[in-house]
């Protein structure tokens, strides 16, 4: 890692990290076993190459914080983070993006870190809430179903709660959560860009489709079979971008669409930025679209 000068690229800080001791070959625990059922040996190495965030004063990659210095530092604030890194766009049922402190390791580990903190395929927040949204099939899992949602950073029930004897309920059931949406809006897109500007949250992605029908043909099938069954064909035409992308305009405080546009093409994963009252989409087609929207 490196801090550099912006006016001149001069190095001011070089640092090398490694994940097991030079001298033992001992693997690098970064993270105590933060007081839960878990064994210490499930928190894996964390310094994994990422794209960097910051607060103007800590430095993450994924959930390990350093200073200015970067230097690793032994507090755990929360902030927004992905395990498997940004650029993740799998969607990979054990991954997710979450607002908070860490993100466990193992199966218990992903039900508990999503039963206690905002968690959603793509977030953005504000100074007191998170937004982004859920693809879950099942109902009612991880306490909120598909669709965009809000809630707040920090649950305000979670200080009264004795985390161990809750961690293990979480484990058991994690329908026990303490993070509860403040509101929740079944979208007709699946958000792969967000961007949140004011009082308005812009998704956009690939439009919808019978996500029940194709995970109940996934779950009885035992061969793959030709020709692809219909199911299957209208959900890969979805996320390939053989169709048109849409954008919405969302209000953040309700989640009520206040208007829909048509994209050209699919936006690829987090492909989406704001400046200057415009709005930059990147596409599957090769192509930047720009827009701009005025109330």
Request: glycine share 8%; hydrophobic share 30%; net charge neutral.
């Amino acid at each position: 890692m490196y801090r550099l000068d912006v006016r001149t690229g001069e190095p001011l800080v070089e640092k090398r990290f490694c994940s097991r001791y030079p001298e033992t070959g001992a693997r690098v625990n970064l993270f105590p076993p933060y007081d839960a059922e878990l064994p210490p040996d499930r928190e894996l190495p964390d310094v994994l190459p990422d794209v960097p965030s910051s607060d103007g004063q800590n430095i993450w990659m994924r959930s390990l914080t350093f200073d200015q210095s970067l230097d690793i530092k032994e507090e755990y604030p929360p902030h927004l983070f992905c395990s498997m890194g940004f650029l993740d766009q799998s969607w990979w049922e054990r991954t997710c993006w979450i607002y908070g402190r860490h993100f466990f390791s193992g199966r218990k580990g992903v039900d508990y870190a999503k039963a206690v903190s905002p968690s959603g395929r793509i977030m953005v927040f504000d100074e007191s809430r998170t937004y982004g949204y859920k693809d879950e099939t099942w109902t009612g899992r991880y306490g909120c179903q598909p669709g965009l949602f809000s809630t707040r950073k920090w649950p305000p029930d979670l200080k009264e709660v004795k985390l161990r004897a809750y961690r293990r309920n979480a484990f058991r059931n994690a329908r026990h959560t303490t993070v509860k949406p403040e509101w929740h809006r079944d979208v007709p897109v699946l958000p792969n860009p967000m961007v949140l500007c004011g009082d308005t949250l812009f998704v956009a992605g690939p439009g919808g489709f019978d996500q029940e029908k194709a995970a109940s043909y996934l779950d009885t099938t035992e061969v793959y079979r030709r020709p692809v069954p219909q199911a299957m064909r209208e959900g890969l035409a979805c996320w390939t971008g053989q169709e048109p992308g849409r954008l919405l305009v969302v209000d953040k405080k309700s989640g009520e669409t206040r208007a829909a546009y048509e994209l050209p093409s699919v936006p690829i994963f987090d492909g989406m930025i704001a400046a200057d009252g415009r709005f930059y989409v990147s596409g599957k087609d090769g192509r930047i679209t720009c827009m701009s929207h005025r109330p």
